[in-house]
């Protein structure tokens, strides 16, 4: 069996969305399992669309979700010498002709068969005149007139067209650029490409793919046409059902790892299982667990499985992808060691990292705002002394470890007849200004000794200034 090699191929003329982000990934994910090769193209001869932003938008999606390419980029315009020589073969064999119809007489072709019912399509009026190239010509194919072209899909299985459904169609336009699917035929033959993975919405361009492996002598690799991704309304995917770019899921504080779980499960299933490490995705990636159906995009579910990669990470995994929603609160995050403590009491209660800086807000603030309903109700004279004597008391520890804060609060609780949550309550207020944080002698613990010490200091002069 040849080794296996894959390809994505995108068009730079927008950014990468849900649809092509899953087309990489099952591209990628068999190349790993198999141990073969992925390689990235870009489909770039639309000169008219492509743009260098969307060009990097579609590197920076592939990079934050770690999908890395074997080979490439290898981009479409650079190798017209190489489209022109398939094309000058296939001229030569027969497979291909010069056509000098202009768009007008197209348009009447097609307007006359419309009128006669049948398909509309180019009639052939330059298919034996045997011309040469000229400025103003095209090279269409010479397409098969009768018989059938089957395709083999190891997703959708046996699907037959009709040769007779198909016209001379163009492999490349007067302006000299190659059309999609001459070009794609032409990198995939001469990159070897031995699977093909794409959206199902390319079924109808496979017929004409197929009559050209057949024309330039080459083996056809395997089809593999995967399933649409839709809304819950199961209507195609768009802007109505949630974001549809890659980046955009970043920026909202998504995990890479919880994207590519849950893209791979659009289509792919692995019996009950919906929790996959990216190391489990590339173990048990495989074509015939690909169904037929349409994978459903539902943003709930996504965000519920990213709070479980978050949970499931490390800290120091989590770090990096929290710094840049920290940076953006305006907090520096240099001590990985005290970001880390700070990560792990905050994972639990996380759904995304975008939440979770918004919490981190009082580890990091040099100065916390009380808020005031919080500081009404739990900043009273009546825990005045209690907070005076935690803070004596706490000033004496040699250690600031959650077993020595915890035996504080078990002293002071017995010395004032309090409750933990009597105590506990205002501590949190004075220490984070909320009512709402991960457990209190977590938070100490990481805040450190001078922290606590300060910000109890401050809500105690708030009370005596009441």
């Known amino acids: 069996m040849s080794v296996v090699r894959t390809r994505f191929a995108p068009s730079p003329t927008g950014y990468l969305h849900v649809g092509g982000a899953r087309t990489a990934l099952f591209n990628w994910l068999y190349a790993r399992h198999t141990g073969g090769t992925f390689i990235l193209r870009i489909e770039d001869t639309d000169a008219a669309r492509s743009t260098e932003q969307s060009l990097q938008a579609i590197f920076d999606a592939l990079r934050w979700l770690e999908i890395d390419w074997d080979e490439g980029p290898y981009y479409q315009s650079r190798r017209l010498d190489i489209y022109n020589d398939h094309i000058d073969r296939l001229a030569a064999s027969g497979h291909a002709y010069y056509c000098t119809c202009t768009p007008e007489q197209i348009e009447a072709m097609r307007e006359k068969a419309?009128?006669?019912?049948?398909?509309?399509?180019?009639?052939?009026?330059?298919?034996?005149?045997?011309?040469?190239?000229?400025?103003?010509?095209?090279?269409?194919?010479?397409?098969?007139?009768?018989?059938?072209?089957?395709?083999?899909?190891?997703?959708?299985?046996?699907?037959?067209?009709?040769?007779?459904?198909?016209?001379?169609?163009?492999?490349?336009?007067?302006?000299?650029?190659?059309?999609?699917?001459?070009?794609?035929?032409?990198?995939?033959v001469t990159m070897n490409i031995t699977t093909i993975i794409r959206g199902d919405d390319h079924v109808m361009n496979t017929p004409k793919q197929i009559l050209l492996y057949q024309a330039l002598n080459h083996p056809l690799p395997v089809f593999g046409h995967v399933p649409m991704v839709l809304g819950n309304d199961r209507t195609r995917l768009s802007k109505r059902h949630g974001a549809t770019s890659v980046t955009a899921y970043r920026d909202m504080g998504l995990l890479p790892e919880a994207l590519i779980n849950f893209l791979a499960r659009l289509g792919w299933s692995y019996g009950d299982q919906e929790f996959f490490t990216r190391s489990e995705l590339i173990e048990k990636f495989d074509l015939d667990r690909v169904g037929k159906s349409a994978g459903i995009f539902d943003p709930v579910k996504l965000s519920a499985l990213n709070a479980d990669h978050i949970q499931a990470s490390t800290p120091q995994y989590l770090a990096a992808h929290l710094k840049p929603f920290l940076h953006a609160q305006g907090w520096t995050a240099d001590n990985d060691d005290y970001l880390h403590h700070a990560i792990a009491t905050l994972q639990p209660r996380s759904k995304t990292l975008q939440e979770m800086a918004l919490q981190a807000h009082f580890y990091f603030s040099a100065e916390i705002s009380l808020d005031e309903q919080?500081?009404?109700?739990?900043?009273?004279?009546?825990?005045?002394?209690?907070?005076?004597?935690?803070?004596?008391?706490?000033?004496?520890?040699?250690?600031?470890?959650?077993?020595?804060?915890e035996g504080v609060f078990v002293r002071l609780m017995e010395k004032f007849s309090l409750k933990l949550g009597k105590i506990a309550q205002p501590v949190r207020v004075a220490l984070t200004g909320t009512t709402v944080s991960p457990g209190i002698f977590e938070i100490m613990a990481v805040l450190g000794k001078q922290r606590v010490l300060s910000r109890l200091e401050k809500a105690i002069d708030y009370i005596e200034r009441r």
């Open 114 to 188: 419309r009128a006669a019912g049948a398909k509309p399509r180019y009639d052939g009026t330059c298919r034996e005149k045997q011309l040469g190239p000229s400025p103003h010509a095209v090279v269409r194919f010479r397409a098969p007139s009768t018989g059938t072209t089957l395709i083999d899909d190891v997703v959708k299985g046996k699907i037959v067209f009709a040769n007779d459904e198909l016209d001379d169609f163009v492999l490349r336009r007067t302006d000299g650029m190659p059309t999609y699917n001459f070009a794609a035929v032409v990198d995939d």
């Open 374 to 405: 919080a500081a009404q109700k739990f900043l009273t004279q009546g825990i005045l002394d209690p907070l005076r004597h935690l803070k004596a008391q706490l000033a004496e520890l040699p250690s600031f470890g959650e077993k020595d804060l």
